[in-house]
T-cell receptor
Framework: QKEVEQNSGPLSVPEGAIASLNCTYSDRGSQSFFWYRQYSGKSPELIMSIYSNGDKEDGRFTAQLNKASQYVSLLIRDSQPSDSATYLCAVSAGANNLFFGTGTRLTVIP | EAQVTQNPRYLITVTGKKLTVTCSQNMNHEYMSWYRQDPGLGLRQIYYSMNVEVTDKGDVPEGYKVSRKEKRNFPLILESPSPNQTSLYFC???????????????FGPGTRLTVL
């Protein structure tokens, strides 16, 4: 069973701070890594994808991947109350399945 | 607008009454998948399809069936629903699956199913 582990939180940060979300995975053959945002009662929405070691930045979001440590993270700079959601880490070994963590609930306090 | 649609969005039914949840995408995606989401268990894959007439089991296929007769549609069938199938169901699609595929998946709005 391929496992994706996330701290369930809740993680609370003040508005304007950096939120750091972490994820570890068990399958060393994993090739594709994704962060999804899910608001309560809504469907997951893809916010970042990363495929190679290092950092990938998109606006206020930065995804970081370290395949040697089997670790992927998401940083949210200048956190806003609208960023309050559950963040799902998803990992694929390039085959047919996408494995999700159980998510980290983030609350940004105004 | 590129999207994945699901119907119905909400369904309350009784044990044993066959039901179908439809899923359709207009992005010409090859890969489609069904997930269920339960508190504390996250998203778990039920079935997936690499293309027309190609389907395979995910992590939790028991009690479910699927078909893929057309590229755009991927219905989920519960032949004899039971209360433990009460869940939030998501359909998703991506351009491709397969080895090395950058399979960003796009999700439908979800179907909340309650089986009494």
């Amino acid at each position: 069973q391929k496992e994706v582990e996330q701290n369930s939180g809740p993680l609370s940060v003040p508005e304007g701070a950096i939120a750091s979300l972490n994820c570890t995975y068990s399958d060393r053959g994993s090739q594709s890594f994704f962060w999804y945002r899910q608001y309560s009662g809504k469907s997951p929405e893809l916010i970042m994808s990363i495929y190679s070691n290092g950092d990938k930045e998109d606006g206020r979001f930065t995804a970081q991947l370290n395949k040697a440590s089997q670790y992927v993270s998401l940083l949210i700079r200048d956190s806003q109350p609208s960023d309050s959601a559950t963040y799902l880490c998803a990992v694929s070994a390039g085959a047919n399945n996408l494995f999700f963590g159980t998510g980290t609930r983030l609350t940004v306090i105004p | 607008e590129a999207q994945v649609t699901q119907n119905p969005r909400y369904l309350i039914t009784v044990t044993g009454k066959k039901l179908t949840v439809t899923c359709s995408q207009n992005m010409n995606h090859e890969y489609m998948s069904w997930y269920r989401q339960d508190p504390g268990l996250g998203l778990r894959q039920i079935y997936y399809s690499m293309n027309v007439e190609v389907t395979d089991k995910g992590d939790v296929p028991e009690g479910y069936k699927v078909s893929r007769k057309e590229k755009r549609n991927f219905p989920l069938i519960l032949e004899s629903p039971s209360p433990n199938q009460t869940s939030l169901y998501f359909c998703a699609s991506s351009l491709e699956g397969g080895q090395g595929g950058h399979n960003e998946q796009f999700f439908g709005p979800g179907t909340r199913l309650t089986v009494l």
